[in-house]
C-alpha cells in the first residue's frame, strides 16, 4: 500500500511524461521509420502516377488559356501569358519531383523547435520536480491500515483521471504521427495544382495543414513542460511539507486541486491542436 500511495502522490503532483516528451522530440521517420518508409513507398508508387496526370491537365489548361487570347487576337499577351505559365509549370515539375523534401525540412523546423524547449528549464517540471510521495514515505509508512485505505479511497479517482489523460496524450501523439504519414503519401498530389491560378490555394492550404499538424508536437511539449513547472511549483510552494507532516491532512486539504490537475492537463492536451493552427494561421 505505501508504494501505491507514493506513486499516487508522485503522479497528481508532478506529472511526469518522459516516454511522452522522448516522442515528441522525434521527426516522422525516427518516429516509426518502417510506417515513413511505406508512406514514401505509397507516394512513388500509387499517388506519382495520378500526380503526372492532374499535372499534365493542370499544365494543359493553362497553356489553352494564352492560346485562348492568341485567337482572341491579343497575340503578346497570350505570349506571354503562355511563357510565364510554361515556367510556372516548370517550377510546380521540379517542386513536385522535390515535395517529401519540403516535408522533411518542416519536420526538421519543428524537430529544432521541440528539442530546443525541452532544454529550457520550465522552472521544476520533469524528473527534477518535488516527489511529494517519496518525502512522505515515512510518513505514509506510519499510517495505520485504515488510514491507508482512506488515502488511496480519497487519490483514487483523481490518479485515474490523470492515469486516463496521460493515455490520451501518447494516443493523441500516436494519430499526429499517423496523419503525418498519411499526408506524406500524398505530398506531391496537391503541389500539382500549384500551376494553376484558380488552383493554387490547394497546396498552401495542404502545406499549412502538414506544419500545423506537425508544429501540434511542439505545441504539446511545451504545454507539457509548463504544465509540469505548474504542478511542480504547486507541490513545492502549496504543500508545506515536513518531517511532522500529516498525509491526511495534506491529502484532504488538497483534494480540490490533485482534481483540478488532470483537467488542467486534459485542456492542454486537447488545446494543442487548436493552438497550433493557430500559430500557423490554418483555419
Known amino acids: 500500500m505505501d508504494g501505491i500511495i507514493r506513486t499516487m502522490l508522485n503522479l497528481l503532483t508532478q506529472g511526469g511524461f518522459g516516454n511522452v516528451s522522448k516522442d515528441l522530440l522525434l521527426s516522422p521517420d525516427q518516429y516509426n521509420s518502417s510506417l515513413y518508409q511505406a508512406a ?12 503526372a496526370v492532374v ?50 525540412a518542416i519536420d526538421e523546423i519543428v524537430r529544432e523547435v521541440t528539442v530546443a524547449a525541452n532544454n529550457v528549464n520550465f522552472g521544476g517540471g520533469g524528473s527534477s520536480g518535488t516527489r511529494v510521495g517519496e518525502e512522505l514515505s515515512d510518513q505514509i509508512g506510519s499510517l495505520g491500515l485504515s488510514d491507508k485505505l482512506v488515502v488511496i479511497i480519497l487519490l483514487l479517482i483523481p490518479f485515474l483521471l490523470a492515469t486516463i489523460v496521460s493515455a490520451l496524450t501518447t494516443v493523441l501523439i500516436f494519430v499526429r504521427f499517423l496523419q503525418l504519414y498519411v499526408m506524406t503519401c500524398f505530398v506531391s498530389l496537391p503541389v500539382a495544382f500549384w500551376g494553376m491560378e484558380e488552383t493554387k490555394d490547394i497546396p498552401y492550404g495542404y502545406v499549412k495543414s502538414y506544419a500545423s499538424t506537425a508544429f501540434q508536437g511542439a505545441v504539446l511539449l511545451i504545454s507539457l513542460k509548463m504544465y509540469q513547472a505548474l504542478m511542480a511549483s504547486w507541490a513545492s510552494d502549496g ?17 480540490g486541486q490533485f482534481f483540478v490537475g488532470p483537467l488542467v492537463l486534459a485542456g492542454v492536451i486537447f488545446g494543442a491542436s487548436t493552438l497550433s493552427k493557430k500559430i500557423i494561421g490554418d483555419r
Open 40 to 51: 514514401v513507398t505509397l507516394h512513388e508508387t500509387a499517388v506519382l502516377p495520378v500526380t
Open 55 to 104: 499535372l499534365s491537365i493542370v499544365s494543359v489548361l493553362a497553356i489553352s488559356t494564352g492560346a485562348t487570347r492568341m485567337d482572341m487576337g491579343d497575340q503578346q499577351l497570350g505570349v506571354r501569358m503562355i511563357a510565364a505559365a510554361m515556367f510556372r509549370i516548370a517550377i510546380v515539375i521540379t517542386i513536385t519531383q522535390n515535395a517529401l523534401h519540403i516535408l522533411k
Open 239 to 255: 504543500m508545506k511539507i515536513n518531517a511532522d507532516s500529516d498525509v491526511m491532512d495534506l491529502v484532504v486539504n488538497n483534494l
